[in-house]
């Protein structure tokens, strides 16, 4: 039997990282760098091909999907396959399964809903008469998905690209991340990394991030007030963005006052 790996990599457990941000922002840097030898990427734009030196059991989904729809594939093709393809995994096999980046997969998703309607006890008509029914079990089968996969590894990360928040047809200016509202839910931890030039327009190496949202929290016992604070592990904003600083922060939380 596949017992997960014996060392955890986090000093508290997290089951779901998120992470998006613009071109260049250090999404699929932050995903590799968990626990490299550890880790298994599905990479669907062929953006992680030079992190394999790392030691990561890479997957190009483009390459695998051209070997079984060699005349062209579908989201919905590749949402069918990378679904029965994580179900062969062995629990404890990885200690970090990533998507980089999860759009195409969420794509499929929708489709394959839109087809198995039965598969909800639905039919198609409701679907075309109540639209709602249809995102639900959306949703649904989203949440099971990746609450499956989250509980074959320590660590289950995606990256996500950023989308225009539009006002009717037209662009408001603002940014936002792509992804169905299931992936904010499930998530412990979700981060909007970035990487600015500095003032004579270099790139730092490690990217800084804000927080989108984070339950990672440090409990303890006041023995003043008798009561329990609780205090958030990570600050709004990390200067410097990585696993190993997110680990520092785990163990010894920011000064806050």
């Known amino acids: 039997m596949t017992t997960q790996p014996a060392t955890k990599i986090w000093p508290q457990p997290i089951e779901i990282i998120g992470v998006t941000g613009e071109y260049a922002s250090g999404k699929t840097l ?3 760098t968990i626990d490299p030898k550890n880790t ?3 990479d669907t734009e062929k953006g992680s091909g030079s992190y394999e030196q790392l030691g990561i059991n890479r997957v190009s989904v483009q390459d695998e999907m051209a070997k079984i729809k060699p005349n062209g594939y579908k989201p919905f093709d590749v949402f069918v396959w990378f679904w029965n393809d994580i179900k062969q995994i062995p629990k404890g096999k990885y200690s970090v399964i990533g ?3 999860i759009s195409e997969i969420e794509d ?3 489709e ?6 039965g598969y909800f006890n639905h039919t198609a008509g409701q679907y075309m008469k109540m639209s709602g029914i249809k995102w639900g079990d959306v949703k649904t089968l989203w949440k099971s998905i ?3 996969l989250s509980s074959k590894c320590q660590t289950f990360v995606f990256c996500a690209h950023m989308s225009n928040v539009w006002n009717g047809d037209r662009p408001t200016g603002k940014r936002k991340p792509k992804g169905k509202e299931t992936l904010l839910e499930l998530a412990s931890l979700y981060l909007l990394m970035e990487r600015k030039p500095d003032t004579n327009g270099n790139f730092p190496t490690k990217p800084a991030a804000n927080l989108v949202k984070s339950r990672l ?3 303890r016992f006041n023995e003043e007030t008798g009561e329990i604070d ?8 990390i200067p410097v963005c990585t696993p190993v600083m997110i680990r520092k922060y785990m163990l010894s939380p920011p000064d806050y006052s």
């Open 146 to 148: 990746l609450s499956d």
């Open 112 to 117: 394959w809903v839109d087809k198995n309607p």
């Open 108 to 110: 499929g998703l929708v």
């Open 230 to 237: 609780i205090v958030p592990c990570l600050p709004p904003r």
């Open 99 to 101: 998507i980089d980046t």
């Open 40 to 42: 298994r990427l599905y």
């Open 30 to 32: 932050f995903a590799v």
């Open 217 to 219: 929290v440090h409990t």
